[in-house]
């Protein structure tokens, strides 16, 4: 219970936090290699993974999947670049900021479970 109350925080965060961008199709976010400067939240749309061994491989994702979220990684670079397949809205997370959201869902998934084992103890 107290894992789906923080991955239901972090959903909402996700959702309403992001810097929101909206991309047409067949942009390309960014290339492997490039260094990394944030992720991207699937918001409503489609992105194509480009895997890098065959385009038949490209496997494509939409509202809730992230690209890019070695960049949380200090020093990483892009190796699995994006491209959108239908136009999308996306939020974008820097490091820093995507630092904050995991703390702020920690705090709440810490408050939540600590609630729980309050209400356990007053039963």
């Known amino acids: 219970m107290v894992g789906e109350t923080a991955a239901a925080h972090l959903r909402y965060i996700l959702e309403q936090q992001g810097e929101r961008v909206r991309k047409p199709k067949s942009t390309v976010l960014f290339r492997r290699g490039d260094k990394a400067s944030g992720m991207f939240d699937v918001l409503s749309g489609k992105l194509s993974l480009d895997l890098g061994v065959d385009s038949?491989?490209?496997?494509?994702?939409?509202?809730g999947a992230l690209a890019g979220l070695p960049s949380i990684i200090p020093g990483q670079n892009y190796s699995v670049p994006p491209t959108v397949t239908e136009d999308a809205e996306l939020g974008f997370w820097r490091p820093e900021a995507w630092n904050l959201c995991c703390v702020s869902s920690l705090i709440c998934a810490s408050h939540s479970c600590n609630s729980e084992h309050q209400d356990r103890e007053e039963s």
Not at 56 to 63: K, Q, Y
């Open 56 to 63: 038949a491989l490209s496997t494509s994702h939409g509202a």
